[in-house]
């Protein structure tokens, strides 16, 4: 599956509930490393579990597995970074494409180009609210990536001292 298949099927799923796309609500459509295709998800909806099975026929590959990540200890966590910080604490092997329903902001972008995984689309804007995937993980970043914040809360920066 291509990045723009992935990303494709990402924004699919985002509509699946009200028809419509929510940015609230991002899709991650990863593939990792040994192949596993899983979706990282930002809400729960239950139209989403029936969107799923479409998806797979509609693009010809089985979803492994779907993560939700809208608890409080998620802090609002983009779904790529979601699927980021899974690879970091060892549930699943380094993605290598990641689909996302929307265009990817600028920090993400900046984390995912820093660790050499191709994402789509790219949107380049800065969002009011973030978390670095190496927080959500418990770990800290070493190098540039610890450059950018760890945290992003109403704009204002959080960063790692």
Partial sequence: MNLEDLASAASDLNKSHSGKKDSRNTQAMVVTSDGLALVFTQREYKAFDDSIESAEVTYGVPIDERVIGDTKDDEGIHAEMLAVSWWLQGEIEKPVRIGVSQGICARCQ??????DIKGEPAGGQTTRNWVHPYRHAG??????????????????????N
């Fill in 110 to 115: 900046a984390v995912l180009d820093l660790l």
């Fill in 139 to 160: 770990m800290t970043p070493k190098g540039k990536l610890k450059a950018i914040p760890q945290k992003v809360t109403r704009g204002k920066e959080y960063g790692w």
